[in-house]
């Protein structure tokens, strides 16, 4: 027990250590600072380019959310995740120990090469995280955490991140043992965990962009990310990401939104009148939506951004962070099956 109680120790003092130098010292590896810019980006948007040009530029509820922001990115790491991560970890290595294990790795994904690697990561990650996101609108206990980041009634970049901290513990839980068979190296990954952070801002923005813009963008991205690993010369970098604009933004363009989530997808998600056929929800894509098409739950009646948000008995839901923070576990109902059979009622 001494020895658990020594990681939760340093746990705490390393992350608050990490926390406060990536505050201080801005870099390209400073996650606090990408989570900055990449806000300050999608609300100029919304600025400038607003798709409900009714909905005021401090929409309903925008403080709240901004603070999930800083609480859930930040503050819940340094309070709980990031001791509990490390204290799981070597709980899990304890255990597989009593067998004779070091690891449980069955696939040497990191022996290939680096852009391999990425993919095989971001693709595997990805598409556990849409089994999770339909098994918290299915498990009625879990729905009921989910209800945090559906009571968003008026949709903006930083409605991502108005979660319950409970989500993390469930997402990371059905994570971590495909990550642990992979072999992978979490802290390996910071660029994948950035760009899932912008495409999240993405997904709720209130702004709407032509899919060959964002296949372009997309492709911009590949092309850097590529470029970093192999250019040797300035003309390969532009080469590189002149390609991927090529592939993604004009060749690939108008299949983009079969490919990637997007505002005018996840905005459905979030509508308040389900259709009976979809009882448990539509559109669980977190980053990609090619999951919602191969497994037929991808549903986009419209794109005029015009959609009611939120969940029968949406008023008696708690308004303030505190009092959405504890009605998970005060309201142990079978909350999806019985919103199923709400809206199945003739």
């Given at each position: 027990?001494?020895?658990?109680?020594?990681?939760?120790?340093?746990?705490?003092?390393?992350?608050?250590?990490?926390?406060?130098?990536?505050?201080?010292?801005?870099?390209?590896?400073?996650?606090?600072?990408?989570?900055?810019?990449?806000?300050?980006?999608f609300f100029g948007l919304e600025i400038f380019r607003p798709w409900r040009r009714e909905q005021a530029i401090i929409r309903k509820d925008f403080w709240l959310d901004l603070f999930y922001v800083f609480f859930n990115f930040f503050l819940f790491s340094l309070i709980v995740w990031y001791a509990?991560?490390?204290?799981?970890?070597?709980?899990?290595?304890?255990?597989?120990?009593?067998?004779?294990?070091?690891?449980?790795?069955?696939?040497?994904?990191?022996?290939?090469?680096?852009?391999?690697?990425?993919?095989?990561?971001?693709?595997?990650?990805?598409?556990?995280?849409w089994n999770v996101h339909r098994i918290l609108h299915r498990v009625g206990w879990m729905w009921e955490f989910h209800k945090v980041h559906h009571s968003v009634e008026q949709m903006g970049f930083a409605a991502h991140v108005r979660y319950h901290w409970m989500e993390n513990l469930i997402y990371w839980t059905f994570r971590f043992l495909p990550f642990a068979i992979l072999g992978a190296d979490m802290s390996q990954i910071f660029a994948i965990h950035v760009f899932n952070v912008a495409s999240g801002h993405f997904n709720h923005v209130n702004c709407t962009v032509n899919p060959r813009v964002t296949g372009s963008v997309f492709g911009a991205l590949i092309g850097l990310g590529l470029a970093s690993l192999y250019a040797s010369e300035w003309w390969m970098w532009i080469l590189m990401v002149a390609g991927g604009?090529?592939?993604?933004?004009?060749?690939?363009?108008?299949?983009?939104?079969?490919?990637?989530?997007?505002?005018?997808?996840?905005?459905?998600?979030?509508?308040?009148?389900?259709?009976?056929?979809?009882?448990?929800?539509?559109?669980?894509?977190?980053?990609?939506?090619?999951?919602?098409?191969?497994?037929?739950?991808?549903?986009?009646?419209?794109i005029d951004g015009e959609v009611r948000l939120g969940f029968d008995h949406l008023e008696e839901f708690p308004k303030g962070f505190l009092g959405q923070e504890i009605y998970g576990f005060s309201h142990p109902k079978t909350g999806a099956q019985l919103k199923a059979q709400e809206i199945s009622k003739p």
């Open positions: 027990m001494e020895k658990y109680f020594k990681i939760i120790s340093q746990s705490y003092q390393s992350y608050a250590g990490y926390l406060w130098q990536d505050i201080l010292h801005p870099s390209w590896n400073s996650f606090f600072w990408w989570t900055i810019a990449l806000s300050v980006f509990g991560q490390q204290l799981l970890t070597q709980i899990f290595d304890d255990f597989i120990g009593l067998f004779g294990m070091d690891n449980i790795v069955a696939v040497q994904v990191h022996k290939l090469p680096v852009w391999a690697y990425f993919l095989i990561l971001f693709l595997v990650g990805d598409f556990v995280s604009v090529l592939v993604f933004g004009l060749i690939l363009g108008k299949y983009m939104r079969y490919i990637l989530n997007s505002p005018e997808m996840h905005l459905w998600h979030h509508a308040w009148d389900i259709p009976k056929d979809r009882p448990n929800g539509m559109n669980f894509g977190i980053t990609l939506a090619i999951w919602d098409y191969i497994f037929g739950t991808a549903v986009v009646p419209r």
